[in-house]
């Protein structure tokens, strides 16, 4: 067996890895069972050891800075950034940390979209956000994913901001957190727009896959085929919930 070593350039808490959020006020935020689903799924999958409790944090923040991932999403463009937040966002990208830009508004053309636009056009000129290459890591880091996912059909692939030989911020458009709350009951709030449960498998993937990839600043474009990763994805197939 194939020992995989996961290079992390943040350092983790010893609380365990949080789906932080990115406070920038009302419109923005991750549905309470949406996080529950992903950090189980996340468990299940690999060896991170999920913190299941709600965390925030700001621009402002030194805390920003012990965050490896964090996660703003939005149905509406939030306020403007000033001066001290760009420079704190630009020095956040450049140290490595990682943000997944998720738009749940179902627009093709969003309030939100163009607000991140902008933000990174001053934050990260020279990083502009362009459409994933599908031979990218992104889309094998654990899952191979093969076929657009989110609760919407607005993009083939998710958009990204490279910089430093890596994926520094990653943006869907499809909704890719709106495929995965449930109600009290275990049934999922929202149906795709399109694309039926097929839709929905893939953006479960590729949430998963943007995780790993942002964790995992030592991965190679051929881990998909080593032994071990392929045995997590069988061992998949047992936990229910978890579908690939």
Same mark, same amino acid.
């Given at each position: 067996?194939c020992v995989? *070593?996961?290079?992390?350039?943040f350092?983790l808490?010893a609380?365990?890895?949080?789906?932080t959020?990115?406070?920038l006020?009302?419109g923005?935020g991750v549905?309470?069972?949406?996080?529950?689903? *992903?950090?189980?799924?996340?468990?299940?999958?690999?060896?991170?050891?999920?913190?299941?409790?709600?965390?925030t944090?700001?621009l402002?923040?030194?805390?920003?800075? !012990?965050? %490896?991932?964090?996660?703003l999403?939005?149905? #509406?463009? %939030?306020?403007?950034l000033?001066y001290?937040e760009?420079?704190?966002l630009r020095?956040y990208?450049?140290?490595g940390g990682t943000?997944f830009a998720?738009?749940?508004?179902?627009?093709r053309?969003?309030?939100f979209?163009?607000?991140?636009?902008r933000?990174?056009?001053?934050?990260?000129p020279e990083?502009p956000?362009?459409?994933?290459s599908?031979e990218?890591p992104?889309?094998?880091?654990f899952?191979?994913?093969v076929?657009p #996912? #989110?609760?919407f059909?607005?993009e083939? !692939?998710?958009s990204?901001? !490279?910089?430093?030989g890596r994926?520094?911020?990653?943006f869907?458009r499809?909704?890719?957190l709106?495929v995965w709350p449930?109600?009290?009951?275990g049934?999922?709030?929202?149906e795709p727009s399109? #694309?039926?449960?097929?839709r929905r498998?893939?953006?479960?993937?590729l949430t998963?896959n943007?995780?790993?990839?942002?964790?995992?600043?030592?991965y190679k474009?051929d881990?998909?085929?080593q %032994?071990?990763i392929m045995?997590?994805l069988r061992e998949?197939?047992?936990?229910p919930?978890?579908?690939?």
């Amino acid at each position: 067996m194939c020992v995989c *070593i996961l290079f992390f350039p943040f350092p983790l808490r010893a609380g365990g890895f949080s789906l932080t959020e990115l406070d920038l006020g009302s419109g923005c935020g991750v549905m309470d069972s949406s996080r529950v689903e *992903i950090l189980r799924a996340l468990a299940a999958s690999t060896s991170v050891d999920p913190e299941p409790a709600r965390k925030t944090v700001s621009l402002s923040s030194p805390e920003l800075f !012990e965050e %490896p991932f964090v996660v703003l999403s939005c149905y #509406g463009a %939030p306020r403007a950034l000033d001066y001290d937040e760009i420079r704190s966002l630009r020095l956040y990208l450049a140290s490595g940390g990682t943000i997944f830009a998720n738009d749940a508004s179902g627009l093709r053309r969003s309030p939100f979209a163009a607000w991140l636009t902008r933000a990174l056009e001053l934050a990260l000129p020279e990083a502009p956000l362009k459409p994933a290459s599908r031979e990218h890591p992104l889309f094998k880091s654990f899952f191979m994913s093969v076929a657009p #996912g #989110g609760r919407f059909d607005l993009e083939r !692939e998710p958009s990204a901001a !490279e910089y430093g030989g890596r994926y520094a911020v990653i943006f869907s458009r499809n909704d890719l957190l709106g495929v995965w709350p449930r109600d009290a009951m275990g049934r999922y709030l929202y149906e795709p727009s399109s #694309g039926g449960e097929r839709r929905r498998r893939e953006g479960e993937k590729l949430t998963i896959n943007i995780l790993i990839y942002a964790l995992t600043g030592s991965y190679k474009q051929d881990a998909v085929h080593q %032994p071990y990763i392929m045995q997590r994805l069988r061992e998949l197939d047992a936990v229910p919930g978890v579908k690939r």
